[in-house]
């Protein structure tokens, strides 16, 4: 059975902090990963997909690979009390039919 | 560009009996998805459908069963339900071999 791990939480930051939130993987071979953020009562929204490691940044936003490790990370800058939500880590198949999710952390940033 | 939707967004069904989920895909989308989202848990993969055909199962049993339409929307359908069944469902569009999907706003069953 693939697994896709993460912290339940709450992790909470003050506003204006940096959040890390991190993933682990079981499939050594999975090529794909994303970071989808929900909140209370919606459907998830992509946030971020990242396939190569290393760091890929867009905005506030960062996602960081270690395939050799088998861990994503999202770290969000200049965190906001917008940013409170339930963040899910995705793995992608290598058939790209399917994605696995972790059981999301649940963000909370304090004003 | 209309977003993913689905219909309904409520339903109350009694154990035993059976239900039809409708998704309508992202204009341009071709493939659609279907995912079981327990309270507090991360949504799980119902499987997956491209070109009217089943292009990959989770792990559910075949009470859950689906259909895609020439126009690329989907029904999901849940035979004989089960307490367990309760949860939100989600569809989620994409065109083949794009990054990422997009989510509809989801289906809240409860079966009581």
């Known amino acids: 059975q693939k697994e896709v791990e993460q912290n339940s939480g709450p992790l909470s930051v003050p506003e204006g902090a940096i959040a890390s939130l991190n993933c682990t993987y079981s499939?050594?071979?999975?090529?794909?990963f994303f970071w989808y953020r929900q909140y209370s009562g919606k459907s998830p929204e992509l946030i971020m997909f990242?396939?190569?490691?290393g760091d890929k940044e867009d905005g506030r936003f960062t996602a960081q690979l270690n395939k050799a490790s088998q861990y994503v990370s999202l770290l969000i800058r200049d965190s906001q009390p917008s940013d409170s939500a339930t963040y899910l880590c995705?793995?992608?198949?290598?058939?790209?039919?399917?994605?696995?999710f972790g059981g999301g952390t649940r963000l909370m940033v304090k004003p | 560009e209309t977003g993913v939707t689905q219909s309904p967004t409520h339903l109350i069904k009694t154990r035993g009996q059976q239900v039809t989920l409708r998704c309508s895909s992202q204009?341009?989308?071709?493939?659609v998805s279907w995912y079981q989202q327990a309270l507090g848990q991360g949504p799980q993969f119902i499987f997956q459908?491209?070109?009217?055909?089943?292009?990959g199962r989770g792990n559910f049993p075949p009470r859950f069963s689906g259909l895609q339409f020439p126009n690329y929307s989907s029904e999901l359908n849940v035979n004989a339900l089960e307490l367990d069944d309760s949860a939100l469902y989600l569809c989620?569009?994409?065109?083949?071999?794009?990054?990422?999907?997009?989510f509809g706003s989801g289906t809240r069953l409860t079966v009581v």
């Open positions: 459908y491209y070109r009217e055909e089943e292009n």
């Open positions: 204009s341009g989308h071709n493939t």
């Open positions: 499939d050594r071979g999975s090529q794909s």
């Open positions: 990242i396939y190569s490691n």
């Open positions: 995705a793995v992608g198949n290598n058939a790209g039919n399917m994605l696995t």
């Open positions: 989620a569009s994409s065109f083949k071999g794009a990054d990422g999907y997009t």
